[in-house]
């Protein structure tokens, strides 16, 4: 894989714009010429492996995760910073957006990886497990995006990159609530996308098939199907890397599941038995 293109594609802001939109949140330290990429979910799995994708090509990391022993594993041989925030808590967001760009004084990049998962039957789920999971995977990802954007729009540059997942294009059985986050958040890229359109500012959607991390040993259930086989966390944070550096609006990793989406779109019948057979 290359990286010829990157910097063509993605210039930092040329003005200091974006500092003077975060000077309300403090003391800002002053510009570089790196690119700074604000990396949620980095203390494992995709978050980590993107994160260590972005260090090798020279960007500025800030980190954020909840367990600190765990960002210094990923921040290990690099010049990041540590972020540790729980964005579960009351103004997590706010927060470690403030202290982002009181560090950098500019977010250039928001890798928004933080998640969780939850496999059973939902008449089973309790409640609090449904909120946790909406309030995570998809409250507290717009909140954040929220509290970035406005320096990025005061730049006139910038990307922010929503982790998804297959199971929000196509509906996964037992996996109703994670679904329906996944959903809402590939709803939510597409509809930001069209208001920022002119500001210099993307929206990137990444759409992961199964991914071999700890998330299927941290939600429960480990994962039992043969078809689709999980791809590892690096090819992820590659597809991130080149989706940014293109950079493109949807990348599905593997390519080929845009199918069943499509099947889905254009004959949902067929689609359903399809996956009462197949699952």
Known sequence: MTTTGSD??????????????????????????????????????????????????????LLSGRDRRRLEETASGTSAVLLPADLAAPDGAKMLAEAALREAGRIDLLVAGAGIGWAGPFLTMPHTDIDRVLFLDLNATLHLVREVLPAMVAAGSGRVVLVGSVAGAVGVREEAVYSAAKAGLAAFAEALRQELRGTGVGVTLVVPGPVETGFFARRGRPYHRSHPR??????????????????????????????????????????????????
Request: hydrophobic share 45%; net charge positive; charged share 20%.
């Open 230 to 279: 999980p791809i590892s966390a690096g090819r992820v944070a590659a597809a991130v890397w080149d989706a940014v550096s293109e950079p493109r609006d949807d990348t599905y990793i593997p390519s080929w599941l845009t199918l069943p989406s499509r099947v889905r779109a254009l004959t949902p019948r067929l689609y359903r038995r399809l996956l009462d057979r197949f699952g």
């Open 8 to 61: 063509s594609t993605y210039d930092p802001p040329a003005d200091p714009a974006a500092s003077a939109a975060a000077a309300a949140v403090g003391q800002i330290p002053p510009r570089t010429d790196r690119r700074v990429a604000l990396v949620t979910g980095a203390s494992s799995g995709i978050g980590a492996a993107t994160a260590r994708r972005f260090a090798a090509g020279g960007w500025r990391l």
